[in-house]
């Protein structure tokens, strides 16, 4: 789906809440590959070689943290592809967008000087972006009032 989505589609969605959602999203990713890094510094510093052995019988505190740290390199791989996969699905202005505004966290206004387009294409484009996301790494559910902008009613009180 290499297109935009249309205005009337996307204007359905309350942009702010998605934009914490995918951001809270980005930061445990960061984290997680912080975390990983972390561990492979006390692994490496603590013990040369390990084997890991079948017997659970013994606590070995540099094996659990090499396990830890396979654990988090797999999330991590796993995450990457995801991204990889969804960003071929992006068209070229919406991954200049999704580097820009969720990877490096740059204002609107940022953005638009960057991608070189008007404030409120920028906008727009950001809007289609950033529900992809959210649909793609299943950051909304069917009836999630805190996402979805509620119809306005008109009451006709005579």
């Not at 943290?65 to 592809?81: A, D, G, H, Q, S």
């Not at 940022?110 to 008007?118: F, G, H, L, N, V």
Request: net charge positive.
């Amino acid at each position: 789906m290499r297109v935009l989505l249309a205005k009337e589609y996307v204007n359905k969605f309350y942009l702010r809440e998605l934009s914490k959602r995918i951001y809270k999203k980005w930061d445990e990713y960061n984290y997680k590959v912080f975390l990983a890094k972390n561990y492979f510094g006390k692994a490496t510093s603590t013990i040369k070689e390990v084997v890991i052995s079948d017997t659970h019988s013994v606590s070995n505190p540099t094996q659990s943290v090499l396990i830890k740290r396979e654990e988090l390199l797999n999330e991590i791989k796993k995450f990457n592809i995801k991204v990889k996969n969804f960003k071929a699905t992006l068209t070229d202005d919406e991954k200049s967008i999704f580097k820009y505004g969720i990877e490096q966290r740059l204002t609107d206004e940022e953005m638009a000087d960057a991608i070189a387009k008007s404030l409120k294409t920028t906008r727009q484009i950001k809007r289609s972006c950033y529900v992809k996301v959210a649909l793609h790494f299943n950051l909304i559910q069917k009836d999630d009032k805190a996402v979805y902008k509620r119809k306005k009613t008109i009451s006709s009180t005579n």
